[in-house]
């Protein structure tokens, strides 16, 4: 789990049969703090490489922006390869299966993006539309 900020737009590509992968980087800060001698210890920020697949790859084509806030689950992938110079590199990303908006979207004459505020890569954004049909 991860709460963290958008660094750039998505990178969405398509392939076979309209299936979409989504790409983009997250940041998540720790705060900075003082020590009881005075000393100063700065924020640290890391970043990470977020990774949608299908339907949760066109709801962040479609809702997510830079800066935006995000709640993220998902699972490591670990990867390498070697750059042009031979030299071996490795690779982290967190393929998300489970993501939630957490920056507050204004109303538009469009329609409420309430349905993409929380979306689970399986399920199509269909929990916060069921959310709404619900009579309390």
Do not use: C
């Amino acid at each position: 789990m991860l709460i963290g900020n958008v660094g750039k737009d998505p990178d969405v590509r398509y392939f076979d049969a309209d299936q979409a992968v989504a790409k983009l980087p997250l940041a998540t800060t720790e705060r900075g703090y003082t020590l009881k001698n005075g000393t100063q210890v700065p924020d640290h920020t890391d970043w990470h490489n977020l990774v949608f697949y299908k339907q949760l790859a066109k709801i962040v084509e479609q809702y997510v922006h830079k800066g935006d806030k995000l709640y993220i689950e998902g699972r490591l992938r670990y990867t390498n390869y070697d750059d042009q110079q031979g030299k071996r590199r490795y690779v982290t990303e967190i393929f998300v299966e489970n993501m939630e908006m957490l920056t507050p979207r204004q109303k538009s004459a469009g329609g409420s993006p309430a349905a993409a505020e929380s979306a689970q890569s399986g399920n199509g954004g269909e929990q916060g539309q069921q959310d709404d049909a619900l009579p309390f």
